[in-house]
């Protein structure tokens, strides 16, 4: 009977066909491994696993300590983290069925001494916000996190070094949210529910995309811009906000601002002279029970750039002057 083991060195075969055996096993198990390693592509996004290029990187990502943990926590591996739904998250920028409250948001950076006058301020009067924080804020400030926090306010993601979003790539987008998200996590425990781009009032589809494999259903907009950012003064700031507001408005505003905190009082009182009251977006979007809805009709989101100029990532990680 003819036997069909493969012939081996006491069988009498030439050397040169062992080695072709060998060749053909050693390459079988290369293929083998490599198809193991590579990444598995995303269904339903057209992707697959990567990390960010290194020419995505902030300049100022070296000093930053636990930059590789955010980037391990930030990259991908499997399918199952890069499930996102289709056309990624919806944007809301207001409450339309609200009937007497307004969410007053506001641009997470600048002095820690500014923000807490600021928080003083609000809480003052009784009242809750949302913060979007700026992730290198909270690498220089971590504290503040757990003071937004114990003050009743909401901490939301407005991306790691506050760049302008709409120009990066999708993996570059996509590192900007999740790197934020996983400084939130270990301060706070949790990523928060809303995210807002960084130099943009609307998301495009790509960002929105990569917001919601960040684990971010929700892009949080605002149909009122206080334009506080360009220092006009605290009573111009005041108007801008009490001459247009209206029930389930939200409201761009920013700390780091003298401008602002002085207008906080005059802002709070007039919200309460209207019949309003100022809540997070959480509350806001919550108990208005409003269906979601997407950028003001007719215009393409992601197409409307910010008012605000723009800004590079600081080379120091703390007191980084960053707006929208």
């Known amino acids: 009977m003819e036997s069909n083991a493969e012939p081996n060195a006491g069988s009498g075969a030439p050397e040169h066909a062992h080695a072709g055996v060998r060749s053909r096993r050693a390459a079988l198990r290369t293929i083998a491994g490599l198809g193991a390693a590579l990444p598995l592509s995303c269904a339903g996004c057209g992707t697959s696993a990567a990390r960010t290029p290194q020419s995505q990187s902030s300049p100022d990502d070296s000093q930053d300590e636990s930059s590789d943990e955010v980037e391990s926590i930030a ?16 944007e809301v920028e207001r409450a339309a069925n609200a009937s007497d409250a307004v969410a007053l948001t506001f641009h997470g950076s600048g002095p820690p001494a500014m923000a807490e006058e600021l928080l003083s301020e609000i809480e003052r009067a009784g009242v809750q916000v949302t913060v979007m924080v700026v992730g290198h804020w909270l690498y220089a400030n971590p504290s503040m996190a757990k003071r937004v926090l114990e003050g009743g306010h909401e901490l939301g993601n407005h991306t790691e070094h506050h760049i302008n979003i709409s120009r990066l790539p999708s993996n570059g987008a996509y590192t900007e949210i999740e790197a934020c998200a996983a400084r939130l996590r270990k301060l706070t425990g949790s990523q928060g529910r809303w995210f807002r781009p960084s130099q943009a009032q609307h998301a495009t589809p790509t960002v929105r995309l990569a917001a919601a494999k ?34 389930g408005d939200v409201v761009s505003m920013h700390m780091g601002h003298a401008g602002t905190i002085q207008a906080m009082p005059a802002i709070l009182d007039g919200l309460r002279l209207r019949g309003l009251r100022a809540v997070t977006a959480d509350a806001l979007f919550s108990t208005a029970a409003v269906p979601s809805q997407g950028a003001t009709p007719g215009r393409e989101p992601g197409n409307v750039p910010s008012q605000e100029p723009s800004q590079e990532p600081s080379q120091e990680p703390t007191q980084e002057v960053v707006q929208h």
């Open 214 to 247: 960040a684990g971010y259903l929700e892009v949080l907009s605002y149909d009122l811009d206080s334009r506080d950012f360009t220092n006009p003064g605290s009573d111009e700031v005041v108007h801008n906000v009490l001459s247009a507001i209206k029930a």
């Open 75 to 90: 990259t991908p591996t499997t399918a199952a983290t890069m499930t996102t739904p289709a056309g990624g998250a919806v």
